[in-house]
């Protein structure tokens, strides 16, 4: 069975730092695309990054040069590190697979539970 | 960056009403478009993907269509099962863009 189980969120501080981590079942990150979205709290989903299985890592406008997305291959797990965080970043985050390489399976067909992060004082 | 703006932001209908949500690309996306369900508290669920094509496992009475810029869902029959936020995303390049969503509540 495909799973996806983030763990990482809490509070932290304006301008602190979290890496919040998703362990994959079912398959194996290196071979897949994968990402992150996050849902302010009554708000909609945004996407915030993307990791192709080739390594390359695009990054929505709102986080770029702050958050980085990366993979431990033997670990079967993503990471997103978020630095500099702001109040705005409060979010559920979300894990999430993208179904194939090629632009027509570039959609999500598996999502985590989701991890919560407060940014507050 | 391509916009993706979703009308109406919530609606109610009557079980066994035909709804109909429509989300509009800033530019031409050809087909490269998904449409999520998010029930209350969970996370969202792939509902239809190439802006036409239904997920395996998603009732028949869920439809997609459209191409370029405009694009529909339609549930042909409103269930209360149906209660939820309803979600488009572009996915022929980052950034994958979702629209604001759609609520939709039972009458």
């Known amino acids: 069975e495909v799973q996806l189980v983030e763990s990482g969120g809490g509070l932290v501080q304006p301008g602190g730092s979290l890496r919040l981590s998703c362990v994959a079942s079912?398959?194996?990150?290196?071979?897949?695309?994968m990402s992150w979205v996050r849902q302010a709290p009554g708000k909609g989903l945004e996407w915030v990054s993307v990791?192709?299985?080739?390594?390359?890592?695009y990054y929505a406008d709102s986080v770029k040069g702050r958050f980085t997305i990366s993979r431990h291959i033997s670990k079967n797990t993503i990471y997103l590190q978020m630095d500099s965080l702001t109040t705005d970043d409060t979010a559920v985050y979300y894990c999430a697979r993208i179904r194939g390489y090629t632009t027509s399976l570039n959609y999500v067909d598996c999502w985590g539970l989701g991890t919560l992060v407060i940014v507050s004082s | 960056d391509i916009q993706m703006t979703q009308s109406p932001s919530s609606l109610s209908a009557s079980v066994g009403d035909r709804v109909t949500i429509t989300c509009r690309a800033s530019q031409g996306i050809g087909n490269f478009l998904a449409w999520y369900q998010q029930k209350p508290g969970k996370a969202p669920q792939l509902l239809i993907y190439?802006?036409?094509t239904l997920q395996s496992g998603i009732a028949s009475r869920f439809s997609g269509s459209g191409s370029g810029t405009d694009f529909t869902l339609t549930i042909s029959s409103l269930q209360p099962d149906d209660v939820a936020t309803y979600y488009c995303?572009?996915?022929?390049?980052?950034?994958?863009?979702f629209g604001q969503g759609t609520r939709l509540e039972i009458k």
């Open positions: 995303q572009k996915y022929n390049s980052a950034p994958f863009t």
């Open positions: 079912g398959f194996t990150v290196s071979s897949n695309y």
């Open positions: 190439g802006a036409s």
């Open positions: 990791l192709h299985s080739g390594g390359s890592t």
